[in-house]
């Protein structure tokens, strides 16, 4: 039976274990949300760890996330990213889901950059832009599944962590300065708050009609728990959803969301927001303006 709670020594012997494989020492951590791994093949002086190898880890069973840890350099900077991550829906306890931040902590990372797909609440989104994450929803939070929920480990933060500077401010000003210089459409990149739902299915007409009164952009069913976690022990984080789909708010609809769709748009769309990552390292390599 694997073990849903860890004590901190769970957290270090898998940063022990990690720390005897690899001389990388990474900064950055980068996870890659649904069709954005190809990021990953990026990484020069690439070192890979499938999670069924890496003590304590939990796998990932979602088609689309490939399942392992990679260790390199992105544009000259040292950086560890998961390919693949863990979800709520896939039956994991948020503890678990939120695993690899904690170890990512204490491999002496300072900034968390996490991607993911995502369906677009706001009617001036379109299919292939980007969100920069500015805020987001713990909607599993309103019903007490939140990460931190138990007794709380001081060695990685505060019983009760500020969430209202959760995005790092600095970084999204950098990101939409770096959007500007490069080649890109400016309206394909857009800013504001994502949703997280637990998931497996996808939103009916009313919850979506909800989600966007209650003032969400767009809506996933990953990144919140990772995010909390990484705040709690004093991670910068940053973030972007690449939107894959437009959610329907509309009962005339004769579309619906599908896994395919999300992957396919993934698939096309990932490239920018692969060659934007690889372009922002420049700046997120810099500590500047981290909390702690
Ligand atoms: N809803 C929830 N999660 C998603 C969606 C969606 O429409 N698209 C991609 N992930």
Known sequence: MEKDEYTYEDYQETFNWLKRKTTLQPKVAVICG?????????????????????????????????GCLVFGYLNGQSC?????????????????????VRVFKLLGVHT????????????????????????????PGFSGQNPLRGPNEERFGT????????YDRNLRCLAR????????????????????????NF???AECRLLQRLGADAVGMSTVPEVIVARHCGLRVFGFSLITNKVIMDYDSLETANHQEVLETGINA????????????EHVSKPEGIPH
């Open 177 to 200: 300065e770096t959007w500007r210089q490069m080649d890109f459409k400016k309206r394909e990149l857009q800013e504001g708050t994502y949703v997280m739902l637990a998931g497996p």
């Open 203 to 205: 939103e009916t007409v």
């Open 159 to 166: 019983r009760f962590p500020a969430m209202s500077d959760a």
């Open 270 to 281: 990932a490239h920018k927001l692969e060659k934007f990552i690889f372009r922002l390292m």
């Open 34 to 66: 649904s069709g954005l791994g190809g990021l990953a093949d990026k990484l020069t002086q690439p070192e890979v760890f499938y999670y069924k190898d890496i003590p304590n880890f939990p796998r990932s069973t979602v088609e689309g996330h490939a």
């Open 112 to 139: 968390l950059i996490v991607t993911n797909a995502a369906g677009g609440l706001n009617p001036n989104f379109e299919v292939g832009d980007i969100m920069l994450i500015r805020d987001h929803i713990n909607l």
């Open 80 to 100: 560890v990213m998961m390919q693949g991550r863990f979800h709520m829906y896939e039956g994991y306890s948020l503890k678990k889901v939120t695993f690899p």
